[in-house]
């Protein structure tokens, strides 16, 4: 049985375009949609580790959109099947301003991160950052990654490097790893302003209006500077 899900307008589905597209970009090939509550939240895969010795840390975009009809579903969909069908919708839907339909794509195959499930509860709210910090990181962490790989590295040398790299605290913002910076600023999430912070366990959340970035680190990040 196929799966849909509705939301209230084609400027509501043009940002999930917005949003998948800009993930296809960065990393994984699939998307894991959960719709339940009234709810659909879209997560995306940006960086993870490949094996038990790549300490790279596990960053999750999600995005959450309000639903108009009810749907209960939690299936991994290829990312461009989905752009595609978002598309499609907008196109039959013309200049009109009413609600857009998608119907899911085939299921992929299942992939590693999307069997992690960031907590629910039990998060602490920390100082914010500003949008320029982690603009900053990730710009200054490309560029880390390119100039440390060596032509022609293979597949383990640059998941090292990578884990090197992102896995580091923001150099103005201890406890949040720059691998958030990156995934903000690849995903979209940064507006000008500041985004608020969390954290659980070993879990880090960014917040902003147009999206979440959820990281797990290895170990459990510490704010005890911002205290």
């Known amino acids: 049985m196929s799966h849909h899900f509705v939301v209230a307008s084609a400027a509501e589905a043009t940002d999930l375009v917005s949003y998948f597209s800009r993930a296809r970009r960065v990393n994984d090939a699939s998307a894991r949609l959960v719709a339940a509550d009234g709810v659909l939240?879209?997560?995306v895969g940006v960086l993870f580790p490949r094996g038990l010795l790549d300490h790279t840390p596990t960053v999750l975009g999600l995005r959450a959109v309000a639903l108009v009809e009810p749907a209960e579903?939690?299936?991994i969909v290829p990312l461009e099947s989905l752009v595609s069908r978002l598309e499609s919708a907008l196109r039959e839907l013309g200049d009109d301003e009413g609600q857009v339909r998608v119907t899911l794509p085939a299921s992929a195959p299942?992939?590693?991160w999307?069997?992690?499930t960031p907590p629910r509860d039990g998060w602490k709210r920390?100082?914010?950052v500003k949008s320029e910090v982690l603009e900053s990181a990730a710009r200054t962490g490309v560029e880390e990654v390119a100039q440390a790989l060596p032509e022609g590295a293979g597949e383990a040398v640059v998941q090292k490097v990578r884990a090197e790299v992102w896995?580091?605290?923001l150099p103005k913002k201890k406890g949040v790893p720059m691998a958030a910076g990156f995934a903000a600023d690849a995903l979209g999430f940064l507006d000008g302003k500041a985004l608020s912070v969390h954290s659980v366990e070993n879990w880090v959340r960014l917040s902003s209006k147009s999206g979440y970035v959820l990281v797990r680190s290895h170990v459990a990040p510490d704010f005890s500077h911002d205290e």
């Open 41 to 43: 939240l879209a997560y």
């Open 73 to 75: 579903f939690d299936e």
């Open 110 to 112: 299942s992939i590693a």
């Open 114 to 116: 999307a069997s992690i």
């Open 126 to 128: 920390h100082l914010g």
């Open 167 to 169: 896995g580091r605290d």
